[in-house]
């Protein structure tokens, strides 16, 4: 089975800073890994995704990823945030080759002072 | 426009009671899922369906079911809620079982008392 593992559960800081969220899973197959968000009062919506090919990947609201395979790592960033990206941000993995079931991590909360 | 829609938002029940929380979809998807998720914790998935074929996890308890009556409906029971079953309960769809995203509902906060 797939797990994940998010650090520095809070995040704050201010507009314009850059951030990065560390996402760590173990799985001794092949993966695909997600970062959702989930803005406040919300549902849960994909930021991106990696399935195979570029490990630098691109998401919406210019956030991006990076897949380090041998790190077992999919670390997200923004390299400068706004109010609005205020939010709870998970990262999760799936077995390429099982049956689509999401592994979650616990979340980073990160809150953007204007 | 919702894709995915869950009902009730916020879902007050009374310990032992048996309650059931809604999910519809608008996305014609294959796969429906229900995941826990209890305060700073990880999303868990309980159970999904694929078309009618229903999948549990291992360690889900027997107190879930989860009924799938046509493609766009699919139920959470919960026969016997005890307190520790207070949790935030996320619907999600995929198109496919394989290499796809999932969209996700708003979720029902149930509160047991």
């Known amino acids: 089975a797939q797990s994940v593992s998010q650090h520095n559960h809070h995040v704050i800081l201010s507009e314009a800073a850059s951030l990065e969220l560390g996402c760590n899973y173990s799985y001794g197959g092949t993966v695909n890994l997600f970062w959702y968000v989930q803005y406040p009062g919300q549902h849960l919506q994909l930021l991106l995704k990696?399935?195979?090919?570029?490990?630098l990947v691109k998401g919406i609201k210019g956030f991006e990823a990076e897949f380090i395979k041998s790190k077992f790592s999919f670390n997200l960033r923004k390299p400068s945030v706004q109010w609005s990206d205020t939010a709870e941000y998970f990262c999760?993995?799936?077995?390429?080759?099982?049956?689509?079931?999401?592994?979650f991590g616990k979340g980073n909360q990160v809150v953007v002072i204007p | 426009d919702a894709m995915v829609i869950q009902n009730p938002r916020y879902q007050v029940t009374q310990f032992g009671k048996p309650v059931t929380l809604s999910c519809s979809q608008t996305?014609?998807?294959?796969?429906m899922y229900w995941y826990q998720q209890k305060s700073s914790q990880a999303p868990k998935l309980l159970f999904h369906?694929?078309?009618?074929?229903?999948?549990n996890e291992a360690d889900t308890p027997d107190n879930f079911q989860s009924r799938r009556p046509n493609t766009s409906f699919c139920f959470l029971d919960i026969r016997s809620p005890g307190l520790g079953d207070a949790a935030m309960y996320l619907c999600?769809?995929?198109?496919?079982?394989?290499?796809?995203?999932?969209?996700f509902g708003q979720g029902t906060r149930l509160t047991v008392v």
């Open positions: 999760a993995v799936n077995a390429r080759y099982g049956n689509n079931r999401l592994a």
């Open positions: 369906y694929y078309d009618k074929d229903f999948n």
């Open positions: 996305l014609n998807h294959n796969v």
């Open positions: 999600a769809t995929s198109r496919d079982s394989l290499n796809t995203e999932a969209f």
């Open positions: 990696y399935f195979s090919g570029d490990p």
